[in-house]
């Protein structure tokens, strides 16, 4: 099975910028469409980012379009996501997930096709 861990999260002003990583191991890395979920306190986990292991085609929500960007190195088991021009709307626990095989398109902006989980990283971003 596939098992991630996310790093990367904390604190940091409004306007600023943080890398999330997520190194993945066992399985294969290389054929799971990869992304990255988020959930803030009394709200439900909501979709933020995802990239295909083929062409590396990646999706994005509204709220963060412009502003972040998912990529991976297949090489390494890793992905990453780079957000930039944070508000303190992006404040949440922010996870990384691993969808099943030859899932793609719109499915991958949903939780239910993802098979396996990170523990996630708090990012909090203050005013």
């Known amino acids: 099975q596939v098992q991630l861990v996310e790093s990367g999260g904390g604190l940091v002003q409004a306007g600023g910028s943080l890398r999330l990583s997520c190194a993945a191991s066992?399985?294969?890395?290389?054929?799971?469409?990869m992304g990255w979920f988020r959930q803030a306190p009394g709200k439900e986990r909501e979709f933020v980012a995802a990239?295909?292991?083929?062409?590396?085609?990646?999706y994005y929500a509204n709220s963060v379009k412009g502003r972040f960007t998912i990529s991976r190195d297949n090489a390494r088991n890793t992905a990453y996501l780079q957000m930039n021009s944070l508000k303190a709307e992006d404040t949440a626990v922010y996870y990384c997930?691993?969808?099943?095989?030859?899932?793609?398109?719109?499915?991958?902006?949903?939780?239910?096709?993802?098979?396996?989980w990170g523990q996630g990283t708090q990012v909090t971003v203050s005013s």
């Open positions: 066992g399985g294969t890395f290389s054929r799971n469409a």
């Open positions: 997930a691993a969808a099943r095989p030859s899932t793609s398109g719109a499915a991958l902006t949903t939780p239910y096709e993802y098979e396996y």
């Open positions: 990239i295909t292991w083929s062409f590396s085609i990646t």
